[in-house]
C-alpha cells in the first residue's frame, strides 16, 4: 500500500501531468470506487467543466483541487493514476477522466480497493474520510515530541499500532514504521506508555527523518508500486529492516526478525531494538 512519500510522489508527478485541464467528461465502469455521491453518473455531471487548479495531499489521500469541488481520492492497496495513450483501456482501468484538450487521465485498480469522494470545497476535511486523521509527519508543525508523548501516554497499545493508526499520525503505513522504530532502537511490539521521553524525542525525529528522506528518493516499490510517471522510487534500496528478514543488521550483523504486530508483518532487529518491559524510570 502506497504510504505518504509514495502519494506524495504521484501527487507531484500528477500535478505536472493535469494541473490546469478542464474535465470534459468521465467514465466509470467500477462504481463501487466512487464513494460520494451515491450516483456514477451525478459524480460525472458534477466534475464536468471543472478545472483541476492544484492536487494536494492529506495523509495517504489525494485531494483534487477544481473549480467549486475537491475530489478525495485514496489509492488503497494497487490503485494508480495513468494518462490515457490512445489505446483501449485494459480490465483494470475503472474511471477515465477526459479533458477538454483531448488528452485523459485514467484511474487503474487491480484489487479495486480505491476510493474517490467528491465534495462541494470547503466541505471536504469536515467529513470522513478526512475528518479524523491526525497530524502529518511531513511539514506539519503541529507533530511535535510532545504530541506524540501526549498520544502515547493515553493509551495501552503497543507503539506500532499507535503510529498505523490514521487517527494518530496520518501517512504512516507498515514499511516506513518498521524503517523509523529501527531507527530509535525501539521494538515494535513496545507499550506506547512505557517509552522514555527521550525515546519518543528519538522516534519522532526518525519518523520525520524517515519519511523526509523517503520523500525526496521518491518513495519505495517494494511492489507493485510505480508512480504517475511509471518510475520507480529510489527508497528501497534504503530499507534497513522491512522485507530483510534473515538478513544481517546493517548495523549490527545480527539477524532481522520477522513477526505480526498489529495484525501486520513486522520486522526489527532483536539487538538494536531490545524489548522494553520495566515501567519507566526503573
Ligand atoms: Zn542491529
Not at 478526512?130 to 509527519?137: A, D, N
Request: hydrophobic share 35%.
Amino acid at each position: 500500500m502506497p504510504e505518504l512519500p509514495e502519494v506524495e510522489t504521484v501527487r507531484r508527478t500528477l500535478t505536472k501531468l493535469v494541473k490546469g485541464k478542464k474535465v470534459e467528461q468521465v467514465e466509470v465502469t467500477w462504481p463501487k470506487i466512487i464513494k460520494k455521491p451515491d450516483d456514477t453518473e451525478a459524480f460525472g455531471m458534477l466534475l464536468h467543466g471543472q478545472e483541476i487548479q492544484h492536487i494536494g495531499r492529506r495523509g495517504k489521500f489525494l485531494t483534487f483541487q477544481l473549480n467549486d469541488y475537491v475530489l478525495v481520492s485514496h489509492l488503497r492497496m494497487e490503485g494508480k493514476y495513468e494518462m490515457g495513450d490512445g489505446s483501449a483501456p485494459d480490465k483494470h482501468t475503472h474511471v477515465r477522466f477526459f479533458f477538454s484538450d483531448g488528452t485523459e487521465l485514467r484511474y487503474k485498480d487491480v484489487r479495486k480497493f480505491g476510493t474517490m469522494h467528491l465534495f462541494p470545497k470547503g466541505e471536504e476535511t469536515s467529513a470522513q474520510p478526512l475528518s479524523q486523521l491526525g497530524p502529518e509527519p511531513f511539514e506539519d508543525p503541529t507533530f511535535t515530541s510532545d504530541y506524540l508523548k501526549e498520544t502515547f501516554q493515553s493509551t495501552s497499545r503497543d507503539v506500532k499500532t499507535v503510529l498505523l493508526d490514521q487517527r494518530a499520525v496520518a501517512g504512516l503505513g507498515n514499511i516506513y514504521v518498521d524503517e523509523a522504530l529501527f531507527k530509535a532502537g525501539i521494538r515494535p511490539d513496545t507499550k506506547a506508555a512505557l517509552l522514555s521521553n527521550s525515546k519518543i524525542a528519538a522516534l519522532h525525529d526518525k519518523v520525520v527523518e524517515t519519511i523526509r528522506n523517503a520523500v525526496l528518493k521518491g518513495g519505495s516499490s517494494v511492489r507493485s508500486y510505480v508512480n504517475g510517471n511509471g518510475e520507480m522510487g529510489l527508497f528501497q534500496l534504503e530499507l534497513h529492516v522491512y522485507g530483510r528478514q534473515g538478513e544481517g543488521c546493517t548495523v549490527c550483523g545480527s539477524e532481522i526478525i520477522k513477526t505480526v504486530v498489529a495484525g501486520r508483518g513486522t520486522h526489527y532487529c532483536s539487538s538494536c531494538q531490545p524489548e522494553i518491559v520495566a515501567l519507566k524510570g526503573k
